[in-house]
């Protein structure tokens, strides 16, 4: 499956992985902080539109 | 304008008004430098430009948060901007009194400091030169980010953080000269970009500081 | 059609919202597609052998590093000039997408490095003006954190974002000079495309156009993040004052 990385399999292999878990920390970030404040909206509206 | 700055000396060397600590740091910082790499007097000698400059840097930004904070504390600075003087000349003033009382010193304590660290003799009068072209761009782009940080309490490490990457061409170029005047070297070139980089600050920055402090006080 | 009209948030909102799911998806099929292609199916280069394809990653997100702040820098204009609300927050929302971008170039030019110059770190031009970038990058998302009031948040980044995008210039200048003071001679060429080709190419344009869609995506997502956030702000602030 994984091809000939010859002597820099470590190395390469290590770049891809640093860098594929720092953009999935990203992401994950920004879509958590999306939700969190997508809910928070939501609660805030509601109460607002039963309240009046 | 005059006198806003006598006012701002006078504050300055009145007892605790920070005069002399930025020196005392500077000295201290410079003393522990050996400390920290061995007694070597080689490598001192070799080290000496950058670790002065870096000490000068940093005594320079201990001071910073002294701008501003107080006149912003009593008020006084919305009198300030109020008054008939721009606000951007009022900011160049005290950036002026804060190079005459924190950068100046520096500049004259360089020399003595440096024969601790074993500075080559030739380096003597280009680290002067060097100090004395570069801090007054310290003291102007540190009035700019203590005018950025004037309203938020504590703001002393987030001032550090933005004023610091600011200073990195100051400080490349300063240290360069001293260094480059040290191994008796061709200085030219790193002095004229020395003193570009101070001059365009001082042009310039005014500017930003004054806009920065009127959103501040909005 | 004007970007003017999307200063108002709710347009903003209404005309990204739907398209935004649409970007992810696309960002991570072309991210896949591109790094596949460039992990399994390029040859290794003569000289670097398989570290090539380490270029996959590097080269977008070092791009990405040093436009997101000039994105940065025009939308920090936009406000400035026309007081565009969007524009304030989209600036907001690049500079972590940025910050990391940055710490994934670095990161993916240390590993490469070890093995290529023997050494995890050097103080190579690029590197280190790299690491000053991300200092800035630092400051002005500490500036952002730092201050309450909104607007003049979006003021004040904004200015540090004009200076700092005049000294980061300076510092990648003053860099320069300073390393070949230090080491005459000894030049490390870290330019790649002048050996890159057609075989790399393609599979890195493909991860550019992942990488630049990637950004889209996170930018617009965090800008959605930040509108929403100050709408609550302000119904909270309304609902304290009934």
């Known amino acids: 499956m994984i091809p000939d990385l010859g002597k820099y399999a470590d190395t390469v292999l290590s770049a891809y992985a640093a860098s594929l878990v720092l953009m999935a920390a990203l992401v994950v970030f920004y879509i958590y902080r999306s939700r969190k404040s997508r809910r928070a909206l939501e609660q805030i509206e509601q109460r607002m539109r039963r309240d009046g | ?218 | 059609m004007s970007i003017w009209e999307y200063a108002n948030p709710k347009k903003f909102m209404d005309t990204t919202g739907p398209v935004l799911p649409w970007i992810g998806a696309l960002a991570a099929v072309l991210l896949v597609v591109g790094l596949f292609w460039g992990f399994f199916l390029t040859p290794d280069d003569y000289r670097q052998g398989s570290t090539v394809k380490i270029i996959y990653l590097h080269v977008p997100s070092a791009f990405l590093a040093i436009n997101a702040w000039f994105m940065m820098l025009v939308a920090s204009l936009i406000w400035l000039i026309r007081r565009h609300h969007v524009s304030a927050l989209a600036a907001k929302a690049a500079a972590p997408v940025g910050a990391t971008m940055t710490v994934i170039a670095l990161v993916t030019g240390a590993i490469w490095g070890q093995p290529m110059w023997g050494t995890w770190w050097e103080w190579d031009p690029r590197l280190t003006s790299f690491l000053v970038l991300f200092l800035f990058y630092l400051g002005y998302m500490a500036l952002w954190g730092a201050i309450e009031n909104d607007d003049t948040a979006a003021d004040l980044t904004s200015i540090l974002c004009l200076v700092g995008s005049v000294f980061a210039i300076l510092s990648r200048y003053a860099v320069n000079f300073w390393n070949q003071g230090l080491h005459q001679g000894a030049s490390l060429s870290m330019d790649k495309e002048e050996n890159v080709a057609d075989v790399f190419w393609v599979p890195l344009l493909v991860c550019m156009g992942a990488f630049v869609l990637l950004f889209l995506y996170l930018v617009l997502t965090g800008t959605h993040t930040e509108i929403r956030a100050r709408r609550t702000r302000a119904l909270l602030a309304r609902e304290r004052m009934s």
């Open chain 2, 1 to 218: 304008m005059k006198a806003l700055l006598l006012r701002d000396l006078k504050l300055a060397v009145r007892a605790g008004g920070g005069f002399g600590l930025g020196l005392a740091f500077f000295l201290i910082v410079v003393v522990l430098v050996p400390f920290g790499v061995g007694p070597e007097s080689g490598l001192l000698s070799r080290i000496a430009p950058g670790v002065l400059w870096i000490g000068a840097l940093l005594a320079c930004l201990l001071s910073l948060d002294r701008i501003f904070a107080l006149d912003w504390e009593d008020g006084s600075l919305d009198l300030l901007a109020t008054a008939p003087v721009p606000l951007e000349g009022i900011v160049t003033m005290k950036a002026l009194a804060h190079w005459l009382t924190t950068g100046l010193p520096l500049v004259l304590a360089a020399p003595a400091l440096a024969i601790l660290l074993n500075l080559p003799t030739e380096g003597f009068v280009w680290l002067v030169v060097s100090l004395g072209a570069g801090t007054p761009a310290l003291s102007v782009i540190g009035t700019f980010g203590a005018a950025l940080t004037v309203g938020i309490k504590r703001g002393g490490l987030l001032l550090s953080l933005l004023v610091l990457p600011l200073y990195v061409p100051t400080l490349i170029f300063g240290a360069e000269v001293a260094r480059r005047g040290a191994e008796g070297m061709a200085t030219q070139v790193p002095v004229l970009m020395l003193a570009g980089i101070t001059f365009a600050a001082v042009a310039l920055l005014p500017f930003a500081s004054a806009a920065v402090l009127r959103i501040n006080l909005r």
